[in-house]
């Protein structure tokens, strides 16, 4: 699930079809418990990853006897566009620079896990960081000038920052183990999912290099839910469990606002039939 970035109530999301054995992008609203197909390819659509203005979202797609690759889909005129294929390599989008001129994609082939990048301008892949990148989000920072993501290099999931387009260096933001989840707008906090289920900010600073602070506990005993958690700009956290088919749907959310002490634990359960 990915929360739009010019409004929160609304978020892309990828929802099974259990009959059909096949998943397709839907764009829900949050508040209204609404839902609207953005896919329908009725095959393996997910990973939705939204432009910064919010205008198109990447996504990955498993076209048949394939693997994943990369598409855009154009909210407005509705325009779907391939933009990663290979036969061999699995693509995920996971970040979209605020620039929107480059794309961060997972990248699964024999030799790894990586994090890489799209660039529109030169319609080239590199490879930046790796072997052994966690299949999930990574962000960039508000001057698309450093990365967080998550890597298993020292043999757990830990964060890791580096400096972007060119992986000049890199320092680890993490030691106890976790999984980013958010950068802030103003670039001053990541949020972390610990590996003990709690969501965690860490005061940042990119001028001249980078540096960090010790964290602050945000929300605490999420469990497992933590590493599902989605920021919004602002880093109002929710964390989301939620089981979509296409005849149920049942969501949990809890919000709390990072750089706050304290949290507004809001829970929903809405239900749509």
């Known amino acids: 699930m990915a929360l739009s970035p010019v409004d929160s109530r609304v978020a892309a999301a ?3 079809d259990a009959r059909a054995g096949t998943s397709d992008l839907w764009l829900v609203d949050l ?9 329908t390819t009725r095959g393996f659509a997910s990973y939705p990853v939204w432009s910064s203005i919010g ?4 996504y990955a797609y498993q076209p048949a006897g394939g693997v994943d690759d990369v598409f855009v889909k154009d909210i407005a005129s509705g325009a779907i566009a391939p933009v990663i294929e290979s036969l061999r390599t699995i693509e995920h989008p996971i970040a979209w620079s605020h620039d929107e001129q480059s794309l961060l994609v997972f990248t699964d082939d024999d030799k790894g896990t990586y ?4 660039s529109f301008a030169s319609r080239a892949l590199t490879r930046l960081t790796g072997p052994r990148v966690v299949d999930a989000r990574a962000f960039f920072s508000p001057r698309d000038d450093f990365i967080a993501y998550t890597s298993q290099e020292s043999g757990r999931p830990e964060v890791y920052v580096t400096t972007f387009p060119d992986h000049r260096q890199t320092w680890p933001l993490t030691t106890d183990g976790g999984q980013v989840v958010g950068w802030r707008k103003d670039g001053r906090e990541i949020l972390v999912a ?3 289920g709690h969501i965690a900010a860490y005061p940042v600073t990119t001028e001249g290099g980078f ?8 929300v605490r005993n999420l469990s497992s839910l933590a590493a599902y958690t989605v920021a919004t700009p602002t880093t109002a956290v929710c964390s989301f469990a939620s089981v979509r088919t296409r005849h149920r749907t049942k969501a949990r959310c809890g919000c709390c606002l990072a750089g706050r002490m304290g949290c507004a634990g809001a829970r929903t359960d809405p239900t749509r039939r």
């Open 14 to 16: 990828a929802i099974l």
């Open 31 to 39: 508040t209204k418990d609404t839902a609207m197909p953005l896919t």
């Open 55 to 58: 205008t198109r979202i990447a």
């Open 115 to 118: 994090v890489s990048s799209w």
């Open 194 to 196: 610990t590996l003990s």
């Open 211 to 218: 540096s960090h602070g010790e964290p602050t506990t945000l």
